[in-house]
């Protein structure tokens, strides 16, 4: 008699899922034991930037132990007995992968644009010239300045530690940093680590840091857009299940 796979009776399986160039990614993720592993392969690009082509899969227990290289895209997940808690993780082969170099870790990797200010002032529109022509034509308008208990109000609920939602785009995260911050403007905000690289930073904003995140995670906005509360961390794909 052929051998059956016996799948667990709920069908699905939380794995954690770390990549091998950049050392921040991690995300706990569910899966169907019964999706092949091209189809969780064709999801983790997605979410990791690294191609299929290019992706190798690796399961670890609970204790740190390889179980196996889930290496037949044709088998279900299942085939190779994950259990809640494993670690999956993605071995990116492409030397020249968009993951490679370390950028995605330290953006200080990344060759930033500079020009000098006697070519920007040079410039025949800029940033600079326009806010003259605008202070020019409008000279009471740079005179509204706001108070330093800007939206003080509005923290009384708010402190670090918080799981929030923030408008707009009800993007989910955690308040990491409350209060003043002077090279933003007067008044008070508040620090999120979003959920997702939906962020403009890593906590450091105008030379000054805020607070520590991974790159591309961290956003500081007044708190009239966050809202705290239960909001757990989506899972990327509860709306398409695999």
């Given at each position: 008699m052929a051998s059956q796979l016996h799948l667990p009776a709920d069908d699905s399986v939380q794995l954690l899922v770390t990549h091998s160039n950049i050392k921040t990614f991690s995300a706990e993720i569910r899966f169907s034991l019964q999706t092949t592993v091209e189809a969780v392969k064709d999801k983790l690009w997605k979410k990791s930037g690294t191609s299929m082509e290019a992706m190798r899969l690796e399961l670890y227990d609970d204790t740190g132990s390889k179980v196996g290289d889930l290496n037949e895209d044709f088998r279900p997940l299942g085939f190779y007995s994950p259990h809640n808690g494993y670690r999956l993780h993605i071995i990116d082969l492409d030397p020249t992968s968009v993951?490679?170099?370390?950028?995605?870790?330290?953006?200080?990797?990344?060759?930033?644009?500079?020009?000098?200010?006697?070519?920007?002032?040079?410039?025949?529109?800029?940033?600079?010239?326009?806010?003259?022509?605008?202070?020019?034509?409008?000279?009471?308008?740079?005179?509204?300045?706001?108070?330093?208990?800007?939206?003080?109000?509005?923290?009384?609920?708010?402190?670090?530690?918080?799981?929030?939602?923030?408008?707009?785009?009800?993007?989910?995260?955690?308040?990491?940093?409350?209060?003043?911050?002077?090279?933003?403007?007067?008044?008070?905000?508040?620090?999120?680590?979003?959920?997702?690289?939906?962020?403009?930073?890593?906590?450091?904003?105008k030379g000054v840091r805020f607070f520590q995140c991974p790159p591309a995670h961290g956003g500081i906005v007044r708190p009239d857009k966050v809202k705290v509360g239960d909001f757990p961390e989506r899972d990327p794909f509860e709306e398409e299940e695999i």
């Open positions: 993951t490679s170099g370390g950028w995605l870790d330290d953006t200080s990797l990344v060759e930033k644009y500079t020009i000098s200010d006697e070519a920007y002032n040079k410039l025949d529109s800029n940033f600079r010239k326009f806010k003259e022509k605008m202070i020019s034509q409008n000279p009471t308008a740079s005179s509204k300045k706001l108070p330093d208990n800007y939206m003080e109000d509005l923290c009384a609920n708010i402190k670090v530690g918080d799981r929030c939602e923030v408008e707009p785009g009800a993007k989910r995260g955690l308040v990491k940093f409350v209060g003043k911050a002077e090279a933003l403007g007067p008044g008070f905000w508040v620090g999120i680590q979003y959920d997702e690289p939906l962020g403009k930073h890593d906590g450091m904003v």
